[in-house]
């Protein structure tokens, strides 16, 4: 029990870290870490589009150019083709590729220690929901005009106050869509990096006790690895989420795109 003394402390500090104090300015109006990591996926998926721009041939060569290919193919074959078809699937290509490559590159700079997701915080990833709202939104607006998009609520053939219910659950459903988006993505990679952060701190406050106390304690040992092993699993698992959840957002994103193409 000697190991978990100052426990709380470090749970506190831990705390504190994940609600991203400003790095600069103040809290309402500053650049916290989630924000400035943020940034910095941007950057690094700006040089990967550019370079790859570069070196972009008939025949791709080299394994850069390839995994690059071949994540453009999966979202093509697979999300946008899979969902909405070859016919119109090649105009909604940019718009699900950005958000998909955008998800990923801050998931996966996330999961290095001492950086923060873009992704782990809801204003980011309600943004990202607006994002797609709008956009399938206005894709339905397009096809049906506004004046059809509002009758699509209610299916024709209903009329009456039956027909004003479905009109409120069928709005309410699509407002639904917004929040789903949101939450889940935020939802899956907070908890992630709390999961992480719990299994890392006790690492540390038992590998530190043992390091206090010596050899002659070497049996207290045991604890850290087993703490250790499990942040290990929990980093692999979150490696595997990181590109789950960009590619169920792309794929949400993409059914509902589909469904107002199918209204038209």
């Given at each position: 029990?000697?190991?978990?003394?100052?426990?709380?402390?470090?749970?506190?500090?831990?705390?504190?870290?994940?609600l991203?104090?400003?790095?600069y300015?103040?809290?309402?109006?500053?650049?916290?870490?989630?924000?400035f990591?943020?940034?910095?996926?941007?950057?690094?998926?700006?040089l990967?589009v550019?370079a790859?721009?570069?070196?972009?041939?008939?025949?791709?060569?080299?394994?850069?150019?390839?995994?690059?290919?071949?994540?453009?193919e999966?979202?093509?074959?697979?999300?946008?083709?899979?969902?909405?078809g070859?016919k119109?699937?090649?105009?909604h290509?940019?718009?699900?590729l950005?958000?998909f490559?955008?998800?990923?590159?801050?998931?996966?700079?996330?999961?290095?220690?001492?950086?923060?997701?873009?992704?782990?915080?809801?204003?980011?990833?309600?943004?990202?929901?607006?994002y797609s709202f709008?956009?399938?939104?206005?894709?339905?607006?397009?096809?049906?005009?506004?004046?059809?998009?509002?009758?699509?609520?209610?299916?024709?053939?209903?009329?009456?106050?039956?027909?004003?219910?479905?009109?409120?659950i069928?709005?309410?459903?699509?407002?639904?869509r917004?929040?789903?988006?949101?939450?889940r993505?935020?939802?899956?990679?907070?908890?992630?990096?709390?999961?992480?952060?719990?299994?890392?701190?006790m690492?540390?406050v038992?590998?530190?006790?043992?390091?206090?106390?010596?050899?002659?304690?070497?049996?207290s040992?045991?604890?850290?690895?087993?703490?250790?092993?499990?942040?290990?699993?929990?980093?692999?698992i979150?490696?595997?989420?990181?590109?789950i959840?960009?590619?169920?957002?792309?794929?949400?994103?993409?059914?509902?795109?589909?469904?107002?193409?199918?209204?038209?």
């Amino acid at each position: 029990m000697e190991s978990l003394n100052g426990l709380s402390e470090h749970i506190n500090e831990m705390v504190g870290d994940f609600l991203a104090p400003a790095m600069y300015g103040n809290d309402a109006f500053g650049l916290t870490q989630y924000i400035f990591w943020m940034i910095v996926a941007i950057i690094v998926l700006l040089l990967v589009v550019f370079a790859a721009r570069k070196r972009e041939a008939l025949v791709p060569k080299g394994r850069f150019l390839n995994a690059v290919e071949f994540i453009v193919e999966f979202v093509r074959n697979d999300i946008v083709y899979g969902t909405i078809g070859r016919k119109t699937g090649d105009k909604h290509m940019p718009f699900i590729l950005s958000l998909f490559f955008f998800i990923l590159a801050n998931n996966i700079i996330g999961i290095i220690p001492g950086m923060r997701p873009g992704t782990g915080t809801i204003g980011v990833t309600f943004a990202l929901a607006c994002y797609s709202f709008v956009y399938f939104v206005a894709v339905a607006i397009k096809n049906l005009g506004v004046g059809g998009y509002i009758k699509s609520f209610a299916p024709a053939g209903v009329a009456g106050p039956l027909a004003v219910m479905v009109g409120i659950i069928e709005v309410f459903s699509t407002i639904l869509r917004l929040i789903t988006l949101a939450i889940r993505l935020f939802a899956n990679m907070f908890a992630g990096h709390i999961a992480m952060g719990a299994f890392a701190l006790m690492t540390t406050v038992t590998l530190s006790y043992v390091v206090s106390v010596g050899a002659s304690a070497i049996m207290s040992a045991l604890p850290a690895i087993l703490w250790m092993v499990i942040l290990i699993i929990i980093y692999a698992i979150e490696m595997v989420v990181a590109v789950i959840q960009a590619y169920v957002f792309a794929m949400l994103s993409a059914v509902y795109i589909q469904l107002a193409e199918a209204e038209h």
